[in-house]
Antibody, heavy 121, light 108 residues
Framework: QVQLVQSGAEVKEPGASVKVSCQAS????????IHWVRQAPGQGLEWLGW????????NYAQKFQGRVTMTRDTSISTAYLELSRLKSDGTAVYYC??????????????WGQGTLVTVSS | EIVLTQSPGTLSLSPGERATLSCRAS???????LAWYQQKPGQAPRLLIY???SRATGIPDRFSGSGSGTDFTLTITRLEPEDFAVYYC?????????FGPGTKVDVK
């Protein structure tokens, strides 16, 4: 069965960087894009961008350009999100999600369990 | 960037009642790229509807989606206790994705 398993919670100081991992199993990792979405406490969902695990190509939301880097390691079917220059409003649960682009539709069909990143001095 | 607006912000209903949730886009959205997700506290979002009206695998038929252009609707015909949650619409356009702010369906 398809699973996306994320790394554990992190606590970081303002200005630091954080790297979150998302390990995929149950399907061919390079066949589906991976997206990253975050959710601040009590708030809605915010899309950060995607990575194409096959080519390594990326597309980031404009708000995060210059601060976000998405990478992957195909040998271990894992995608990574790195967010630099963290601010206090970076405290959020970060989710990875699989992109299902099929038959003209596009949506996120499987999600990781989420990783809480707390930014605090 | 297409902005999604959801209404109402909160919908207070009783089990067995019908829920009608609205998602409005700032410009026309392809129906193929409009999806709905359900999220319960402490859980990741779950896909309910894709292509504006197609139910995802395992989603009960009390959930239905409709709409086109800038106006989309998620309907839950008879609310079950497990349906009380937050619902988000999502759209894809020009390599970008956006989510609506969500509608919370809570117990009246």
């Amino acid at each position: 069965q398809v699973q996306l398993v994320q790394s554990g919670a992190e606590v970081k100081e303002p200005g630091a960087s954080v790297k979150v991992s998302c390990q995929a199993s149950g399907y061919t990792f390079t066949n589906y894009y991976i997206h990253w979405v975050r959710q601040a406490p009590g708030q809605g969902l915010e899309w950060l961008g995607w990575i194409n695990p096959n080519s390594g190509g990326t597309n980031y939301a404009q708000k995060f350009q210059g601060r976000v880097t998405m990478t992957r390691d195909t040998s271990i079917s894992t995608a990574y999100l790195e967010l630099s220059r963290l601010k206090s409003d970076g405290t959020a649960v970060y989710y990875c999600a699989r992109d299902r682009y099929t038959s003209g539709y596009r949506f996120f069909d499987f999600w990781g369990q989420g990783t809480l990143v707390t930014v605090s001095s | 960037e297409i902005v999604l607006t959801q209404s109402p912000g909160t919908l207070s209903l009783s089990p067995g009642e019908r829920a009608t949730l609205s998602c409005r886009a700032s410009q026309s959205v392809s129906s193929s790229f409009l999806a709905w997700y359900q999220q319960k506290p402490g859980q990741a979002p779950r896909l309910l509807i894709y292509g504006a009206s197609s139910r995802a695998t395992g989603i009960p038929d009390r959930f239905s989606g409709s709409g086109s252009g800038t106006d989309f609707t998620l309907t839950i015909t008879r609310l079950e206790p497990e349906d009380f949650a937050v619902y988000y619409c999502q759209q894809y356009d020009s390599s970008l994705f956006t989510f609506g702010p969500g509608t919370k369906v809570d117990v009246k």
